[in-house]
Nanobody, 127 residues
Framework: VQLQASGGGLVQAGDSLRLPCTAS????????LGWFRQAPGTERVFVAA????????YYGTSVKGRFTISRDNAENTMYLQMNSLKYGDTAIYYC?????????????????????WGQGTQVTVSS
């Protein structure tokens, strides 16, 4: 699966951004796609994930209630709508894809079960 994330930029605290991630090479609906982010000097952290077939969603604690993940199966595109952005949301945002296995469902918050990654898009929130 090839992934292309975009939509990042420089915004002020309280603003909104929407990040699209276009996927190619999805051979079935048995995938989960997710967003992770990584700030300088830190590990890659789970943001949100969505199952491609049913659209079930999962969120990291720090973004729950502010971010919304969605997908458009016809366009093979996943979105991350980010509202009420905070300085602490500043990071490179990566989209990822993995086969929808029990391992992924049990460990969706870990980068490990995701096999394919996009190149990342920078989100900078000024305070």
């Amino acid at each position: 699966v090839q992934l292309q994330a975009s939509g990042g930029g420089l915004v002020q605290a309280g603003d909104s951004l929407r990040l699209p991630c276009t996927a190619s090479g999805l051979t079935s609906n048995k995938y989960a796609l997710g967003w992770f982010r990584q700030a300088p000097g830190t590990e890659r952290v789970f943001v949100a994930a969505i199952t491609w077939n049913s659209g079930r969603t999962y969120y990291g604690t720090s973004v729950k209630g502010r971010f919304t993940i969605s997908r458009d199966n016809a366009e093979n595109t996943m979105y991350l709508q980010m509202n009420s952005l905070k300085y602490g949301d500043t990071a490179i945002y990566y989209c990822a894809a993995g086969l929808l296995t029990s391992d992924l469902l049990n460990n969706y918050y870990s980068p490990a079960p995701y096999d394919d990654w996009g190149q990342g898009t920078q989100v900078t929130v000024s305070s």
